[in-house]
């Protein structure tokens, strides 16, 4: 079994820059697709950006060029750098191991981007 902890989350005004952490519990950034995703209230949750075990990254059209997925193998710790940040990106945020048997989330990290 594998968990996640996100943190970093908070409250920022438009315009600011937050950065999300994901610590696994365990050393599997080698074998998972590792993602950001966010839930707005009454909304779907939605994957943001995601990085593979090779290090690839694709981003969702509406955080790119603003948001940026990074991890750190060493220290089993998936990052969203997130800058530009608008009340739309308002949300709780969730980081997301994957394999071809297996998904696991962490808890979440609300993220409030208001004036």
């Known amino acids: 079994q594998v968990q996640l902890v996100e943190s970093g989350g908070g409250l920022v005004q438009p315009g600011g820059s937050l950065r999300l952490s994901c610590a696994a519990s365990?050393?599997?950034?080698?074998?998972?697709?590792m993602g950001w995703y966010r839930q707005a209230p009454g909304k779907q949750r939605e994957l943001l950006a995601a990085?593979?075990?090779?290090?690839?990254?694709n981003y969702a059209d509406s955080v790119k060029g603003r948001f940026t997925i990074s991890k750190d193998n060493a220290k089993n710790t998936m990052y969203l750098q997130m800058n530009s940040l608008k009340p739309e990106d308002t949300a709780v945020y969730y980081c997301?191991?994957?394999?071809?048997?297996?998904?696991?989330w962490g808890q979440g990290t609300q993220v409030t981007v208001s004036s």
């Open positions: 997301n191991a994957r394999t071809i048997i297996s998904s696991h």
């Open positions: 990085v593979t075990p090779g290090g690839s990254t």
């Open positions: 365990r050393s599997i950034f080698s074998s998972s697709t």
